[in-house]
Antibody, heavy 117, light 112 residues
């Protein structure tokens, strides 16, 4: 059974940093693109970033470029999102998803990030 | 970015009656590999998104056959043949061919 479990969310002040993690199991992690997507409270879904199976290629949505970094550990089967210079508009539930975006079949339960003073 | 436009945004439906959601993309979603990367997701209240349909018309495992997807190019439709209480939630179309993947605004399905 595919499982994606996010962690690391919480309350952070504007300009602060946070690192999200996603523990993956139930599939061969090293063969899949992985992604982060987010959903602001009461709003729709937005793709944030994705990463190639070997980590050699990464893509970011314009609103997070230069502030967020996606990475993966293919030994630990984990995905990370380092978020710096956080803004109020980054407040959202962040989801880890299996897939680069074209198909994105499986999603985690999400972790809430709140950026507020 | 590719704009995905859904209609209606709110859909009150009587139990047992059909429902239909339209999704239009601002660019063609046909990939050079011949596939059309249009997915449909269901998000029940308080839950994470669940993919129902991929590549326009393919149902995911465990998805009831009352859900069906159709369309081509830039116009797509999700149909529920007979709405059940468990179908309440927000439905999103999503394109996965152009970066970044983008979603429609969501259609809220509720029971009348």
């Amino acid at each position: 059974e595919v499982q994606l479990v996010e962690s690391g969310g919480g309350l952070v002040q504007p300009g602060g940093s946070l690192r999200l993690s996603c523990a993956a199991s139930g599939f061969t992690f090293t063969t899949y693109w992985m992604s982060w997507a987010r959903q602001a409270p009461g709003k729709g879904l937005e793709w944030v970033a994705n990463i190639k199976p070997d980590g050699s290629e990464k893509h970011y949505v314009d609103s997070v470029k230069g502030r967020f970094t996606i990475s993966r550990d293919n030994v630990e089967n984990s995905l990370s999102l380092q978020m710096n210079s956080l803004r109020a508009e980054d407040t959202a539930v962040y989801y880890c998803a299996r897939g680069g975006g074209a198909l994105a079949q499986f999603w985690g339960q999400g972790t809430l990030v709140t950026v507020s003073s | 970015d590719v704009v995905m436009t859904q209609s209606p945004l709110s859909l009150p439906v009587t139990l047992g009656q059909p429902a239909s959601i339209s999704c239009r993309s601002s660019q063609s979603l046909v990939h050079s590999d011949g596939n059309t990367y249009l997915n449909w997701f269901q998000q029940r209240p308080g839950q994470f998104p669940r993919r129902l349909i991929y590549k326009v018309s393919n149902r995911d495992s465990g998805v009831p056959d009352r859900f069906s997807g159709s369309g081509s190019g830039t116009d797509f439709t999700l149909k529920i043949s007979r709405v059940e209480a468990e179908d309440v939630g927000v439905y999103y179309c999503m394109q996965g061919i152009h970066w970044p993947p983008t979603f429609g605004q969501g259609t809220k399905v509720e029971i009348k």
